[in-house]
């Protein structure tokens, strides 16, 4: 298949790889594809097949339901301070 862009989408695109946002044109190219994919997965998707897993921000997302009672407020704070602790140790060895 052949895509032609207009110049300012190139250079759009070109800027997003430049600033780390995406590794490479194939990763643009995948996360823009993955925006047409269906919001909700199937109800029978297995949780440990790989298609119920996409890659988001290269973090690998499950599409699946939440357990009922699950505590998501806590574990982004628990990951967010892990990240900040990873952070603050491989620049303060």
């Not at 298949?1 to 995406?22: D, K, S, T, V, Y």
């Not at 194939?26 to 594809?33: D, K, L, T």
């Not at 897993?53 to 505590?71: S, T």
């Amino acid at each position: 298949m052949q895509i032609n862009l207009e110049p300012h989408q190139e250079q759009a695109i070109e800027a997003a790889i430049r600033a780390g946002r995406f590794r490479s044109l194939e990763e643009f190219i995948e996360s823009a594809v993955r925006t047409l994919a269906p919001a909700e997965p199937p109800e029978s998707a297995d949780p440990l097949e790989p298609s119920a897993l996409i890659h988001i921000d290269g973090l690998w997302v499950h599409r699946g339901q939440p357990e009922a009672g699950a505590r998501w407020d806590q574990l982004i704070d628990d990951v967010r301070q892990e990240r900040l602790s990873d952070l603050l140790r491989a620049s303060y060895p």
